[in-house]
């Protein structure tokens, strides 16, 4: 089975910096990928994590670490249009699917 | 690059009619489209995957004939809601993975939100 797991929703104030959990477990694992999608609208891709480490691309960040079955979304100096859901999404070695987590809806306050 | 587009992007049908939903990849070809399912304040459900002139593969709970899928070119997968009912009211998006190498991505579409009357 596969099973992902988010905390559903996070606060945070403009300017700081949030850290959103996820972890898996699921058969098979090839890439851990991070979402944004604000209401009403499609997902947009923001990282991707294959090997163990750290992977940074301007204020976000991810981590994955695999043998914990653990990753985290790193976002640094935020701004009020970050306020959003990051999806978490796992992608297994049965035909390359994605299996995507709840989501964690987050508000960023002034 | 890796645009992909949905139609239309919102619809109003009433219940009994079939709605059919176009999900086109823009400037690549897409070997594989895949179909998912978002209720309000949920996270994306996978429905079916479709490979390029090949029947489409369904997750468990997903009927295959109230839901079919067309994966007619490299370019165009369609999603055809039959018999819809006021429960399939939900918000449809597509993806689009591309054609040779190791595409790691799935490019997403804008979504479509159905509502049934």
């Known amino acids: 089975g596969q099973n992902i797991d988010q905390p559903t929703e996070m606060t945070a104030t403009e300017g700081a910096i949030v850290q959103i959990n996820c972890t898996y477990q699921t058969s098979g694992f090839n890439g851990l990928f991070w979402y944004q999608q604000h209401a009403g609208e499609a997902p947009t891709f923001l990282s991707y994590n294959v090997l163990d480490g750290l992977e940074e691309k301007g204020r976000f960040s991810s981590f994955l670490s695999r043998s914990k079955g653990y990753s985290y979304l790193l976002l640094k100096e935020l701004q009020m249009k970050d306020s959003a859901s990051y999806l978490c999404?796992?992608?297994?070695?049965?035909?390359?699917?994605?299996?995507f987590g709840p989501g964690t809806r987050l508000s960023v306050l002034p | 690059g890796a645009v992909v587009s949905q139609h239309p992007s919102w619809v109003i049908c009433k219940s009994g009619t079939s709605v059919k939903i176009e999900c086109r990849s823009l400037d690549f070809q897409a070997t594989t489209m895949f179909w998912y399912r978002q209720f309000p304040k949920q996270s994306l459900m996978l429905m079916a995957t479709s490979n390029e002139g090949s029947k489409a593969t369904y997750e468990q709970g997903v009927e295959k004939d109230k839901f079919l899928i067309n994966h007619a070119s490299l370019t165009l997968s369609t999603l055809t809601v039959t018999s819809a009912h006021p429960e399939d009211s939900s918000f449809y998006i597509c993806?689009?993975?591309?054609?040779?190498?190791?595409?790691?991505?799935?490019?997403f579409g804008p979504g479509t939100r159905l509502t049934v009357t």
């Open positions: 993806s689009a993975r591309g054609a040779g190498g190791f595409s790691y991505e799935q490019y």
């Open positions: 999404a796992v992608r297994g070695n049965y035909g390359q699917n994605f299996v």
